[in-house]
């Protein structure tokens, strides 16, 4: 006779505990039990659902790899999935900043990590250009050391073009990250 298991829902440690020991049907349950209110914070972010739920699907596969190598540390899973998932789509916009010099700002120079339809190049574009308009919205303290930061520039670079103490600089980003998605 099968014997059903039974899931301890309401502890997101146990049940992230039982997958690191094998068992997928946790991290299912982890991922149904938050999926909806990520999905919403994502979307807030991205400004699209489609690039939310590729941000989704990449967050989850990036909480799946860190569970298993043990990397999880944290007690707040809901808080843990949010912060890949944002620091995840914040690498993105980075990236596709950082064109070579010579090259143009056209969505065909995006490079996509799977063969892209028409359909996926203006989802990408739309979501660049809504991403720049919601940053061009920060107050001017924060867009000052936000714009640099997506532009690649390291905080210690910042810090001099400003002429500010590091932990400012830092405490200004992040800060000015929280505005960013409070805006969306």
Same mark, same amino acid.
């Given at each position: 006779m099968?014997?059903?298991?039974?899931?301890?829902? #309401?502890?997101?440690?146990? =049940?992230?505990?039982?997958?690191k020991?094998?068992?997928? #049907?946790?991290?299912?349950?982890?991922?149904?039990?938050?999926?909806?209110?990520?999905?919403v914070?994502?979307?807030?972010?991205?400004?699209?659902?489609s =690039?939310?739920?590729?941000?989704?699907?990449e967050?989850?596969?990036?909480?799946?790899i860190?569970?298993?190598?043990?990397?999880?540390q944290?007690?707040n899973?809901p808080?843990?999935?949010?912060?890949?998932?944002?620091?995840y789509w914040?690498?993105q916009?980075?990236k596709?900043?950082?064109?070579?010099?010579?090259?143009?700002?056209d969505?065909?120079?995006?490079?996509?990590?799977?063969?892209?339809s028409?359909e996926?190049?203006f989802?990408?574009?739309?979501?660049v250009m809504l991403?720049?308009?919601?940053?061009?919205?920060?107050?001017?303290?924060?867009?000052?050391v936000?714009?640099?930061?997506?532009?690649?520039?390291?905080?210690?670079?910042?810090?001099?073009?400003?002429?500010?103490?590091?932990?400012?600089?830092?405490?200004r980003? #992040?800060?000015?990250?929280?505005?960013f998605?409070?805006?969306g």
């Open positions: 099968l014997r059903k298991t039974t899931y301890p829902i #309401n502890n997101d440690h146990l =049940l992230v505990e039982l997958f020991n094998g068992d997928d #049907n946790a991290f299912e349950i982890l991922f149904k039990k938050y999926k909806r209110g990520l999905i914070k994502f979307i807030k972010i991205c400004k699209n659902r =690039l939310a739920e590729d941000l989704l699907q967050t989850c596969l990036k909480a799946i860190a569970i298993k190598d043990g990397k999880y944290n007690k899973f808080g843990w999935l949010y912060v890949i998932g944002f620091n914040m690498t916009i980075k596709d900043r950082r064109l070579p010099l010579g090259t143009t700002n969505i065909q120079d995006y490079q996509l990590p799977y063969s892209a028409p996926d190049l989802v990408k574009e739309e979501g991403f720049n308009k919601t940053v061009e919205l920060l107050p001017k303290k924060e867009y000052a936000l714009r640099p930061w997506l532009d690649g520039y390291h905080y210690k670079e910042i810090q001099e073009m400003l002429n500010i103490p590091i932990g400012t600089c830092r405490s980003i #992040n800060r000015a990250k929280k505005t998605i409070n805006i």
